[in-house]
């Protein structure tokens, strides 16, 4: 398996342009999760999906943001309209929810928005 | 909440030395993990203790966990340049959330 696979790799967009982070988890993994990654933020979860169905969105910034996984082996994370602040880098990661299972993260999307 | 909330130290030490890092926790957990981010980069896995173990070793990490205290303890032995990187724990209840993790600089 390749692993976790993001796309694109870089993104910049001007303020109020839509943008589409794309996910594939590995296959048979059963949960993803999105993160945000900034110097003052930190790494923040966004949302989780268990068996495809959305778990915890309690992450979610705002309704600019939206996520949705439309089978297990495809995840989109959508941002409209866009704005500066979202600028960072967003991970997706995916797992086989259980005892003791590690997750696996994708490179990331670095995301600029000008 | 988040499951992992590392003490946030950025720690510098010379190569070969040992690296100690904390970590605290806010519920009961199953088990907890280490993960490392190289600058840049996703985080990788680094190792497991389940919540009745109270040491674990793989290569040069140590970890420790006291479940009474909610917190957990790694080391990283005969550091290198290449340990260099943030490392996270998250306490295993699926959601997958991380504190703000500890970053170490290891110089040559």
Known sequence: ?????QSPRHEVTEMGQEVTLRCKPISGHNSLFWYRQTMMRGLELLIYFNNNVPIDD???????????????SFSTLKIQPSEPRDSAVYFCASSFTGRGTEA??????RLTVV | ???????????SIQEGE??????????SINNLQWYRQN??????????????????????????????????????????????????????NNRLAFGKGNQVVVIP
Do not use: W
Request: hydrophobic letters at 30%.
């Open chain 1, 1 to 5: 398996d390749a692993g976790v696979i």
């Open chain 1, 58 to 72: 309690s992450g979610m910034p705002e309704d600019r943001f939206s996520a949705k996984m439309p089978n297990a």
């Open chain 1, 104 to 109: 696996f993260f994708g490179q990331g999307t």
């Open chain 2, 1 to 11: 909440s988040q499951q992992g909330e590392e003490d946030p130290q950025a720690l």
């Open chain 2, 18 to 27: 040992n690296a100690t890092m904390n970590c605290s926790y806010k519920t």
């Open chain 2, 39 to 92: 600058s840049g980069r996703g985080l990788v896995h680094l190792i497991l203790i389940r919540s009745n173990e109270r040491e674990k070793h793989s290569g040069r990490l140590r970890v420790t966990l006291d479940t009474s205290k909610k917190s957990s303890s790694l080391l990283i032995t005969a550091s290198r340049a290449a340990d260099t990187a943030s490392y996270f724990c998250e306490g295993g």
